[in-house]
């Protein structure tokens, strides 16, 4: 799906009502690609892996950022210094959750390993 929404808009280049559903099935391919994105890294195990619901509000947070984002040419100096305070924040929150995932794993590790394992097919 991914690929048949990009292939039209770049072949095509819709305009109008056709651009904003192609924009549309283009986000919603997107969101199922990235569903599966824990997957693809943990081939096997089960279906709700940590890795995917991660992945998901990863990609969301840096798309929607992306997306939000003002046009380069009109980056004015208060909105770099609110790009660096986003950045700073945007760090620090990874490496909370980072240290926290650090510390659940050493706490329930092995609980959940044995849960996973059992649950596998």
């Not at 199922?32 to 195990?45: I, K």
């Not at 924040?89 to 390993?113: E, N, P, Q, R, W």
Request: include cysteine; aromatic fraction near 12%.
């Amino acid at each position: 799906m991914l690929s048949a929404v990009c292939g039209y808009s770049v072949l095509r280049r819709p305009a109008g009502i056709k651009a904003e559903l192609a924009a549309l099935l283009y986000g919603v391919a997107m969101g199922l690609t990235f569903d599966e994105f824990g997957m693809w890294l943990n081939l096997g195990g089960s279906y709700w892996q940590r890795v995917s619901v991660d992945a998901v509000i990863v990609v969301s947070a840096v798309l929607a950022l992306i997306g939000f984002m003002r046009n380069i040419r009109r980056f004015e100096h208060q909105h770099f210094r609110m790009f660096v305070v986003l950045a700073v924040l945007f760090l620090g929150f990874g490496a909370v959750i980072y240290s926290a995932g650090l510390k659940i794993g050493t706490m329930a590790g092995d609980t959940l390993h044995q849960l996973e394992v059992s649950s596998s097919p």
